[in-house]
Nanobody, 126 residues
Framework: QVQLVESGGGLVQAGGSLRLSCALS????????MAWFRQAPGKEREFVAS????????NYADSVKGRFTISRENAKNTVHLQMNSLKPEDTAVYYC???????????????????WGQGTQVTVSS
């Protein structure tokens, strides 16, 4: 059974930093792409960043480029999202997701991912 467990959310002032982590179990971490999405109240879940299984290669939403960094720690089956220069508009529940197929190329569509974590709240105060 696939499980994703996020951690690291919280309350931070604008301009501050947070680091989210997500541990995957039930799949061979090293051959799956991973991603982070977020959902603000009243809005659709949106893509934040993804990281390929090989390379690795990364992709970011325009709204977070230059501020967020996604990375993977294969020895711990964990993907991280380092968030710097946070803004109030970054406030959302953040979800990690695992790619639908092994050794596949993934994009920013929710359809590319088939398992999700429970989410972790990030609140940025102004």
């Amino acid at each position: 059974q696939v499980q994703l467990v996020e951690s690291g959310g919280g309350l931070v002032q604008a301009g501050g930093s947070l680091r989210l982590s997500c541990a995957l179990s039930g799949r061979t971490f090293t051959i799956y792409a991973m991603a982070w999405f977020r959902q603000a109240p009243g809005k659709e879940r949106e893509f934040v960043a993804s990281i390929s299984w090989s390379g690795p290669y990364t992709n970011y939403a325009d709204s977070v480029k230059g501020r967020f960094t996604i990375s993977r720690e294969n020895a711990k089956n964990t993907v991280h999202l380092q968030m710097n220069s946070l803004k109030p508009e970054d406030t959302a529940v953040y979800y990690c997701a695992v790619g639908r197929s092994p050794r596949s190329v993934v994009g920013s569509s929710r359809n590319d991912y088939d398992s999700w974590g429970q989410g972790t709240q990030v609140t940025v105060s102004s």
